[in-house]
């Protein structure tokens, strides 16, 4: 009898003990939901939806950390954050390795006495390059004076310019990349090279400058069938493939010397270009040719400038242009497509405006001066780009656009037909000759001399036609 009753009480006190663990486990607050990674541009953010707790008895705070795949030390990137979003796009060092970031929450009870919670950790890998959206450049593209095949070849035809990215970086950007951050970061990774290395040659995949399939590098895209019935036919140099009638009419248009200049220029913002540049990851740019309603002129890589020979498009009226950034090491990557940039074809044997003339001045300053460069163009009727470039060959302004990093270089006026550029507590490191391009035919150029001393000022012009 004594027995029976031992065993009914066991009994009992299980399914109370039962039920306590199944109400506790209902009622226990869950870890972070839909924990996701968005990027673009390599802006980086680890996002989540907030644990499910009572927010009037408890309070929750979020921990990220992250580390390189296969290494056994994981680093705070956001500690005790009520955000249920964590920047971690400087503890993202090299964008083609593989990383590990991982979230967990801390509820804390209002109860007295109650100690905080810490829940499980939400762990999430992530390929940063391959993860992240290229965003589109902005594209300017114009069409300028008849060319004879002659003129085509001494203006030097296919020209490329590869895009200028430069390895400096300022700590008073406004690109939302946490400097400091990536300094402590870089710093107190320094002992960990060797095993990065190793890490290195698992997770990248070797596709710096043609080593690719060529499958990659020639228009073998999966959005060849998105552009609204434009039938593309892939050609090389600006020569389509098509039959030998149409091949014949080529041969006619050259001797007439129907042929234009397209010229392409293509800009990025100069957070972006830090950001790529402080990555090590080597890009370029793809940029399609092609006429509405007609077929594909050419398709190939290109830099920040494109300028190409093309002859008149028989029954079109506008050439089309499209581009996109290609990051080709250290992980193949392709950016998003420009909207299409068209401008109108002039009808044969049309009128061309004259030669445009640049002057350019420059400044004679003592150190710790304001120096002043300006670039005046006689007439630009068609609209072409003007840009600054320092003695280097780096660009300073492209348009009211700044491309260069330098936070002492400001822009004082631009227009159609000038551009003003201004740069502050200059050194004797800043002096040399600088140039102001017009994009057009041939782009008319002018140099200005600037001289950094602590004598008398004065002002040096140095000016050419083309």
Known sequence: MAMRQLVSRLGLLFLLLLHLVTWCSSHAPASPLNVRVESRDLLT???????????????????????????????????????????????????????????????????????????????????????????????????????????????????????????????????????????????????????????????RVNTHHGDDDDDHHHGDDDDDDDDDGVDRVNTHHGVDEHDEDDHEDEEEEEEEGEWWELSVAVSMTSGWRRRMARSDVVHHQQAEVFTRGGTTITERFVGCRFRHAVPPPRGATEYCVRVRIVADYPRWKTGEWSPPSCVSVPPPHSVVAAPISIVATGDAVSEGDTAMLRCTASDNPDLDPIQWSNPHGHTLYFQSVKAHTDPRVSLLHWSSTRLDLAISRVSTLDQGVYSCSLFSLGTPTANALLTVSRGVRDVVNLSRKR
């Open 45 to 203: 953010q680890l996002r989540w939806e907030p644990a499910d707790v009572n927010p009037a008895t408890s309070s929750v705070t979020y921990r990220v950390e992250s580390k390189l795949y296969g290494r056994a030390h994981w680093r705070t990137v956001c500690a005790a954050t009520t955000e249920t979003r964590c920047d971690v796009s400087s503890a993202l060092r090299h964008p083609g390795d593989r990383y590990q970031l991982r979230v967990r929450a801390t509820v804390s009870s209002s109860s007295p006495g109650a100690s905080p919670i810490s829940l499980p950790w939400v762990v999430v890998e992530v390929l940063p390059l391959e993860t992240t959206v290229l965003s589109a450049p902005t594209v300017t593209v114009t069409l300028h004076k008849r060319l004879t095949v002659q003129e085509e070849e001494e203006a030097g035809g296919d020209e490329e310019e590869e895009c200028r990215v430069e390895d400096e970086d300022t700590e008073d950007d406004d690109d939302d990349y946490d400097d400091d951050y990536a300094d402590d970061y870089d710093d107190d990774d320094d002992d960990d090279d060797d095993d990065d290395d190793v890490a290195d040659d698992a997770d």
